[in-house]
């Protein structure tokens, strides 16, 4: 389970020379920091054997193209409920020659339609109404299709050792009890949690933590 950390400048350059070569060509697809630690438990073997990344709250495909960047031969499964930012996100798929499908839902426990925050920042969208100003105003509502992560990866029976990643914005538990059968099929899990939820209702990293060691995860690394 990883958060992005955002490494000193010099020392993540000189330890990942290519990542940095990316976050200058491709500035506003790439967290250097992520991209780097990415690479190291690669090459470390942190992370090793899996055979797709599948991509929950994918917004333009940033985390992506890092994947890609590291695993070049893995199909990579991104998921992006706002039909703006999923436009962007088929654009990068085709521009950076991603394998895999992307898909306009949002994940849940259920299949239902829920109302989506659109703020103005799209990387704060969510399915919960925030009760800070970090994530800045509501631009719109919107009703998007929820369905859960294990509907869709029956669908591929050949995943047996994924890289899943969740980026929900407080909607985590939600999102994992929707896919109990699909953790099975799980190598990795990486979750961006908070310590101080900036969503109404939205998940604690201490409740994250929880529910992972009760799908049988271990909590191995948190970057800030």
């Given at each position: ?197 900036t969503y109404i209702g939205g998940a604690h990293a201490g409740e994250i933590i929880l529910a992972m060691r009760q799908y049988g995860f271990e909590c191995i690394d948190i970057l800030d």
């Amino acid at each position: 389970m990883f958060l992005d950390n955002l490494l000193p400048n010099f020392t993540a350059v000189i330890a990942a020379p290519l990542c940095f070569v990316k976050r200058v060509r491709f500035p506003t697809m790439v967290s250097f920091g992520l991209l780097a630690n990415l690479s190291k438990m690669r090459d470390k073997n942190v992370i090793s054997k899996i055979d797709s990344i599948w991509d929950i709250g994918a917004n333009h495909g940033q985390f992506a193209f890092m994947a890609h960047s590291v695993w070049p031969a893995l199909p990579i499964y991104s998921f992006e409920p706002d039909p703006n930012s999923y436009h962007k996100l088929q654009e990068n798929f085709k521009k950076f020659s991603f394998t895999g499908k992307t898909f306009c839902y949002a994940l849940s426990d259920k299949v239902e339609s829920k109302q989506f925050y659109c703020y103005d920042d799209n990387v704060n969208n969510s399915l919960l109404e925030s009760n800070s100003h970090v994530s800045g105003a509501v631009n719109e509502f919107r009703t998007v299709d929820c369905t859960t992560l294990d509907s869709v990866a029956r669908n591929y029976p050949e995943v047996t050792s994924a890289f899943l990643k969740l980026d929900v914005q407080g909607f985590e538990l939600a999102v994992l009890a929707g896919s109990t059968i699909f953790l099975k099929q799980c190598l990795y899990v990486q979750i961006e949690v908070s310590f101080s939820p900036t969503y109404i209702g939205g998940a604690h990293a201490g409740e994250i933590i929880l529910a992972m060691r009760q799908y049988g995860f271990e909590c191995i690394d948190i970057l800030d």
